[in-house]
């Protein structure tokens, strides 16, 4: 079943902060978070597991709260770069299987 | 180390005509995905393999597509007849081994366009 993100969209000045949410129905083995720029494959940004383990890049923050099936990744100080689009990644709890949201979209403006 | 090689990036073709495309995975990667992306949506899983053999394929429109890795290394996905509601970008990824919080890595994808 497909992970509910929101906001759909978000812009920001440059500096300013930003958080996206994913939000799950069904029990998750783990949380993926990747950016996708225009015209480009999506990027790896971070995986979170239960359990509280957490792998990914050290500019971006995430949190899990698995009781809530939710994710929040966390957009601070944000930078022109920072513009894509966000997706989000549940995996089941057997572990087996990743299904993507429907994105949300960031603008960063000067 | 080289990314995720997919080809060719774009390609158009009239409905009812068909298309492959080509992925060849990270070295020493034993799963692969193809994922189908629509305009604006998020990408969504088609098949993936674990070396050459199939462990879900359960949204793959089979009467139409069809996706395989001989030798457990490349693959390709095959689509025909193509309907216009097959224009997306198709993803190929691959991960080192399958689930349990692996990082799943993509791609630049192959584009098509039906008309």
């Known amino acids: 079943q497909q992970p509910v993100q929101s906001p759909q969209a978000v812009i920001l000045r440059e500096g300013e902060d930003a958080v996206i949410n994913c939000s799950s129905s069904?029990?998750?083995?783990?949380v993926h978070w990747y950016r996708q720029k225009h015209g480009e494959a999506p990027v790896f940004l971070m995986i979170l597991l239960k359990g509280g383990e957490q792998k990914g890049h050290e500019k971006i923050s995430a949190s899990f709260n698995e009781k809530k099936q939710q994710s929040s990744l966390y957009l601070t100080a944000s930078q022109l770069s920072y513009s894509g689009t966000y997706f989000c990644?549940?995996?089941?709890?057997?572990?087996?299987?990743?299904?993507f949201g429907g994105g949300t979209r960031v603008l960063v403006k000067p | 180390e080289a990314g995720v090689a997919q080809s060719p990036r774009y390609k158009i073709i009239e409905k009812r005509q068909s298309v492959a495309f080509w992925c060849n995975p990270i070295s020493g990667h034993a799963t692969l995905y193809w994922y189908q992306q629509i305009l604006g949506q998020g990408p969504k899983l088609l098949i993936q393999f674990q070396n050459n053999g199939v462990v879900d394929d359960s949204q793959l429109p089979k009467d139409r597509f069809s996706a395989e890795r001989l030798k457990g290394v490349d693959s390709t996905l095959k689509i025909q007849p193509a309907k216009l509601e097959d224009s997306a970008v198709y993803l190929c990824?691959?991960?080192?081994?399958w689930g349990g919080g692996n990082t799943i890595y993509f791609g630049e994808g192959s584009w098509l366009t039906v008309v």
């Open positions: 990824a691959s991960s080192s081994r």
């Open positions: 069904k029990a998750l083995y783990s």
């Open positions: 990644g549940t995996e089941n709890a057997a572990g087996n299987k990743l299904t």
